[in-house]
């Protein structure tokens, strides 16, 4: 009975053993295939607005050569800047998700007029909508209540959500914002869009830091995959909640809810990122 019970404790030992390993394994055969398609899609991301702008600095180079038309010149320059402010915009959200992830990332408090926000973050992405046929609305209440937080950081959530809605809707398609006051003094946006949408799997791909629905190099539309978990970082440091429904075919329905400004607090972690730093709350 001794002889059996060894056996079998044993035996027990090296199945966990076995399975230790073999999860071991499949984790870091994971991690190195995450790690892979993230440094492709990120060569890709920084290599082809650098290529835009050596190559139309080239031909502006050669204006000697070739006598280019005013206009011409102004198109290059359009595209140059076009393809650098991609190339800074890479490079920040890669900046700010390790600034997230190390715990480095503060932001500082204050009174923020939110529709003023809203507002500017819609005026900036107009004429995008325009440029793909698609029709960028607002309903916002007319006396929205303050909230506490970083005016430029809020701008960054919603400029990058409703960006994203345009970016995933076909032509002839809407993105509508809708902001309210809440029962206990807080605000809600909603931003909801009539595009391609995504399954339940794909919401929590989109939402993890370097994940993308279509990671391939020859996928539909640019991104580097930081995006959406930025944003829910961001909203979460303002003591705030970012929730996604979607459906494929159905469009896409982001809410963020933001607490009173007489009552924000920070989480201690954000989007699975790690600890960040409180949000100093300031009077």
């Not at 994971?30 to 835009?52: D, Q």
């Not at 009174?111 to 046929?133: M, N, P, W, Y």
């Not at 959406?228 to 996604?244: D, F, N």
């Amino acid at each position: 009975m001794r002889d059996y019970s060894a056996v079998l404790a044993e035996s027990v030992l090296r199945h966990r053993a076995w399975f230790a390993e073999h999860s071991a394994r499949i984790e870091t055969e994971l991690a190195s295939k995450v790690k892979s398609e993230f440094i492709g899609n990120m060569s890709h991301e920084l290599r082809t607005p650098l290529n835009t702008i050596i190559g139309f600095a080239k031909l502006l180079g050669e204006q000697q050569k070739r006598r280019h038309q005013d206009a011409q010149i102004v198109e290059y320059a359009d595209l140059i800047r076009d393809a650098a402010t991609h190339l800074l915009a890479a490079i920040n959200d890669i900046l700010d998700i390790s600034k997230l992830q190390s715990g480095r990332y503060t932001v500082d408090t204050t009174e923020v007029d939110l529709d003023e926000v809203l507002q500017l973050s819609l005026a900036g992405l107009r004429s995008a909508a325009i440029a793909r046929g698609i029709l960028l609305e607002s309903k916002l209440d007319a006396a929205l209540p303050s909230v506490r937080g970083d005016a430029g950081k809020l701008r960054q959530v919603f400029s990058n959500l409703i960006s994203n809605s345009i970016k995933f809707t076909p032509a002839g398609g809407s993105v509508t914002v809708l902001a309210q006051a809440l029962e206990d003094g807080g605000v809600g946006v909603r931003i909801c869009d009539t595009g391609v949408g995504m399954t339940k799997e794909e919401v929590a791909l989109a939402l993890t830091p370097f994940g993308q629905v279509d990671a391939g190099l020859s996928r539909w539309q640019e991104g580097a995959g930081l995006g959406l978990p930025i944003a829910k970082a961001l909203v979460q440091l303002h003591g705030g909640r970012l929730e996604i429904n979607s459906a494929k075919s159905m469009g896409t329905e982001v809410l963020i809810t933001l607490p009173s400004r007489l009552r924000v607090t920070a989480t201690p972690t954000a989007a699975g990122l790690g600890p960040v730093a409180a949000a100093p709350q300031s009077g």
